[in-house]
T-cell receptor
Framework: DQQVKQNSPSLSVQEGRISILNCDYT??????FLWYKKYPAEGPTFLIS?????DKNEDGRFTVFLNKSAKHLSLHIVPSQPGDSAVYFC????????????FGTGTRLKVLA | DSGVTQTPKHLITATGQRVTLRCSPR?????VYWYQQSLDQGLQFLIQ???????AKGNILERFSAQQFPDLHSELNLSSLELGDSALYFC????????????FGQGTRLTVV
């Protein structure tokens, strides 16, 4: 049972344009969401997070949007840079539960120069 | 550098053998997580420990076991290895009760031949 889904395995975007990565979840108990970036041969690195009490969180070029009613979150990267090319994972936690991080399958972003 | 150390980085072993993967969490982090990533797939949650006790179990095979020691380092033991166990194994740590994001190690690439 895939509780966190990233339905787009890959995405290509021109440098300078906006990248939008999407994530859907099924468990309504999730109350904290995170995005991680992963380069080949490295571990995932934390990017940005959002609590379920918010609908938007910004950090520089990265903004995460949360739509609880739709059980959907998205990561916007503006402007996209070639160095952003990586695999992006969304993750969800139920902070009142065991606090285990459930990850999606990832989206490979390629930013074209 | 995430502060999470995994050893070894690479491991090649034969089917039927047993291996131990080691993880040292970030200083102060009480919670350790193990994840498996096969063939560019998502991060599959295996098991979580908090301050020496098992907190949550995911899709961990019976041939696999883990423990967290008093000094908070953790070991993942994989036995009766099969070709399909070849994967990247990641360890992550967090403060759990206060922290939000988990920090990942560089991973151990296990190849079963």
């Amino acid at each position: 049972d895939q509780q966190v889904k990233q339905n787009s395995p890959s995405l290509s975007v021109q440098e300078g344009r906006i990248s939008i990565l999407n994530c859907d979840y099924t468990n309504s108990m999730f109350d904290y969401f995170l995005w991680y970036k992963k380069y080949p041969a490295e571990g995932p690195t934390f990017l940005i997070s959002i609590s379920s009490i918010k609908d938007k969180n910004e950090d520089g070029r990265f903004t995460v949007f949360l739509n609880k009613s739709a059980k959907h979150l998205s990561l916007h990267i503006v402007p996209s840079q070639p160095g952003d090319s990586a695999v992006y994972f969304c993750a969800a936690i139920h902070t009142s539960g065991t606090y285990k991080y459930i990850f999606g399958t990832g989206t490979r972003l390629k930013v074209l120069a | 550098d995430s502060g999470v150390t995994q050893t070894p980085k690479h491991l090649i072993t034969a089917t039927g053998q047993r291996v131990t993967l080691r993880c040292s969490p970030r200083s102060g982090d009480l919670s350790v997580y193990w994840y498996q990533q096969s063939l560019d797939q998502g991060l599959q949650f295996l098991i979580q420990y908090y301050n020496g006790e098992e907190r949550a179990k995911g899709n961990i095979l019976e041939r696999f076991s883990a423990q967290q020691f008093p000094d908070l380092h953790s070991e993942l033991n994989l036995s009766s290895l099969e070709l399909g166990d070849s994967a990247l194994y990641f360890c992550a740590s967090s403060t759990w009760d206060r922290g939000t994001e988990a920090f990942f190690g560089q991973g151990t690439r296990l190849t079963v031949v």
